[in-house]
Structures are given as C-alpha cells and as structure tokens.
C-alpha cells in the first residue's frame, strides 16, 4: 500500500514549456485534490474531483487543466509554464468512511519554472 | 473565504519545554484537522477534530477543539527535536461536503536539543 505518489519530484521549466504532474493513490478514495504551497501562503487549493469523471476549480485555477483518468489517478497539467507557477505542488486523497474523514497527501513535485 | 490565522508563525523551543501552537477560523468550524510537515517534504496527518470541545492525543501531542471560539490549540509536551517541523492547521468548507480544506500558512517549531 504506496498510499499517494507522486511523479516527478522535482521539475525545471522554462517559460512557456508544458508538462504534466501525475498523482496516483491505491487507497479507493472517490475524491482527490491538487494544492500548491508558498511561501508565506500557505496550501492553497488549485482544483479537486469528488469523485471519478468530475472536476471542479478550486481558488487558484488559472493556469492549470487536470483530469481525473480513473479513480486511481488525478493529473495536473501546466500547459504554457510560468515562473509564477513555481511552487511545489501535492496530491491528496480524501478517506472518508466509518466517521472517519481527512486527507493524505503525496510527497509533493518541487517545480521550477525560469 | 474561510480564513485560518496559526500563532506563532514560528518557535524555538529548548528540548524538553512545552509548547502551544493556535488556530482560529474567521468563519464557523467544521471540522479542524491538524498536519505536520517535515522540511522538504510532504504532509503528515496527526489528528482531527470536529466536535466543540473535542480532544485528541497523538504521542505527545495533543489538540483540542473550542467551537466557541473558532480556535483550536495543539499542545507539545515534553518537546523533542523529533518534533520539529511545520504545523499545518486546515479547516472543512462547507460543512466537509466536498472535503476542502483551507490551510493556515503554518507554525515553524525548532526544538533545540
């Protein structure tokens, strides 16, 4: 049991590239996030799927697709990378079963954009 | 939107010393969960709290939970440099119907040995 991974751990861009940070969890959760973390900011919510096939924005959207391919794994793809988008970025899983509710998050991708 | 203030941003602490760290909501509590953070590295969760006046203990840690108040507190006792890391509070939106959480900007604590 991997709980939630993350590829790659570490990222460097150059304005304008694209790529995608892959999420993947083995623990059956229905809903899966995607937060960045800066400094002085804090985690803040980028989108969300409460459960396989949906996908909502979360506060800070713009910039950034995802799609949810099945309900193991939950992409976040930067399509024109900017340096504002550097950030690390981290997966979570939401279990939540038998009264039992909170989220596990990935080991994160440290992501430089110049 | 919901905001979280954590106090201290930061603290040092000599080994052995006890500790409290705050959270408070500007908005009604739904639940308040409690994560630590590891430099460089992802987040752990230690506890959640949805009940007023709720407790909970993990090791040597232990949080509680006063609806009143909006503010949750996460008590180090007998601190080790084990401990050191950062403190992430977060809070449920909308009840926990979606599951989203907004974070505090965290509490740096160094335990020196």
């Known amino acids: 049991n991997a709980g939630v991974t993350q590829t790659p751990k570490f990222q460097v861009l150059k304005t304008g590239q694209s790529m995608t940070l892959q999420c993947a969890q083995d623990?059956?959760?229905?809903?899966m996030y995607w937060y960045r973390q800066d400094p002085g900011m804090g985690l803040r919510l980028i989108y969300y799927?409460?459960?396989?096939?949906?996908?909502d924005k979360g506060e800070v959207p713009n910039g950034y697709n995802v799609s949810r391919l099945n309900k193991r794994e939950f992409s976040l793809r930067l399509e024109s990378a900017a340096p504002s988008q550097t950030s690390v970025y981290f997966c979570?899983?939401?279990?939540?079963?038998?009264?039992?509710?909170?989220?596990?998050f990935g080991p994160g991708t440290r992501l430089t954009v110049l | 939107s919901q905001e979280l203030e954590q106090s201290p941003q930061s603290l040092i602490v000599q080994e052995g010393k006890n500790l409290t760290i705050n959270c408070t909501s500007s908005?009604?509590?739904?639940?308040l969960y409690w994560y630590k953070q590891k430099y460089g590295e992802g987040l752990i969760f230690l506890m959640m709290?949805?009940?007023?006046?709720e407790e909970k203990s993990h090791e040597k840690i232990t949080a509680k939970l006063d609806e009143k108040k909006q503010q949750s507190s996460l008590h180090i006792t007998a601190s080790q440099p084990s401990h050191a890391g950062i403190y992430l509070c977060?809070?449920?939106?909308?009840?926990?119907?979606?599951?989203?959480?907004?974070f505090g900007k965290g509490t740096k604590l160094s335990v020196k040995p």
């Open positions: 623990m059956n959760h229905n809903s």
């Open positions: 979570a899983s939401r279990a939540l079963a038998g009264g039992v509710d909170t989220q596990y």
């Open positions: 908005k009604t509590l739904y639940g």
């Open positions: 709290l949805q009940k007023g006046g």
């Open positions: 977060g809070a449920a939106h909308y009840g926990g119907s979606q599951g989203n959480l907004i």
């Open positions: 799927s409460a459960s396989e096939g949906t996908t």
